[in-house]
């Protein structure tokens, strides 16, 4: 994910990296910080989306949010994650 950041902002894209270390307790109060200044959120994922949903949760679904997500475990790409930024923003 942070090399899809470096790249964004070699593209011109304004990206920010937020990475959870720990799910519990999740950082709700820090979600809803960031979603007052930013145009909306990708939650990058190895699975369905489990904390993409409680990121929309904590934002107050006041942003769009964006879920790159491969179950199984497949690594995903900063090339992905970028193709989304793109089509996002």
Same mark, same amino acid.
């Given at each position: 994910?942070?090399? #899809?950041?470096?790249?964004? @902002?070699?593209?011109?894209?304004? #990206?920010? $990296?937020?990475? $959870?270390?720990?799910?519990? =307790? &999740?950082?709700?109060?820090? +979600? @809803? !910080? ?6 909306? &959120? ?7 989306? !489990? +904390?993409?949903?409680?990121? !929309?949760?904590? #934002?107050?679904?006041?942003? =769009?949010?964006? $879920? ?16 989304? $930024?793109?089509? #996002? &923003?």
């Amino acid at each position: 994910s942070l090399a #899809a950041v470096d790249e964004a @902002r070699k593209l011109g894209i304004k #990206a920010g $990296l937020f990475r $959870l270390i720990t799910v519990w =307790p &999740f950082p709700e109060e820090q +979600i @809803r !910080q960031i979603a007052k200044r930013v145009k909306g &959120f990708i939650t990058v994922e190895l699975n369905l989306g !489990q +904390i993409h949903y409680e990121v !929309q949760r904590c #934002a107050g679904y006041r942003v =769009p949010s964006y $879920l790159v997500g491969h179950p199984g475990g497949t690594i995903i790409s900063p090339d992905e994650v970028i193709k989304v $930024l793109k089509e #996002a &923003f």
